[in-house]
């Protein structure tokens, strides 16, 4: 499956800036499908795959969590997590901040959550060798 309008503006903002593990992750987005979507129906998961021979980030495990969104019918917005694993793009979990998740995805805005971002969680993660 491929990923919805939505899931890849939240992944490319996500994978936007200079730290060298979002260098080596936006490699991954252009060669990463879906391999299953779960609607809980206040959000989603969506698992990533990609080819084997994908060469891994310098990261073992960790998550970012500093993406929302405005989105068309969902009053008090959305918050995503981007979760990493064996040094290569895992999960992305999406939620509503109250309501049930819109059934269609309308109009957008992606943003971080602060100004100045925080990668503390991806910045303390163990780094692969």
Known sequence: MKLT???EAVLRTFLDGDHPVLAALR???AACWV???YYTGVGFYTDLEMPPETR????????I???TAQIEGLDHGAGFILFIA?????LLEGFSYGGDWPSVIGKFTVRYEREERDLSDLLQAPRRK
């Open 35 to 37: 391999s299953d979507r």
């Open 65 to 67: 969590g500093d993406v």
């Open 5 to 7: 309008e939505l899931e």
């Open 27 to 29: 490699d991954h987005l």
């Open 86 to 90: 064996d040094g290569r793009l895992s």
């Open 56 to 63: 891994a980030a310098p990261i073992d495990a960790g998550h």
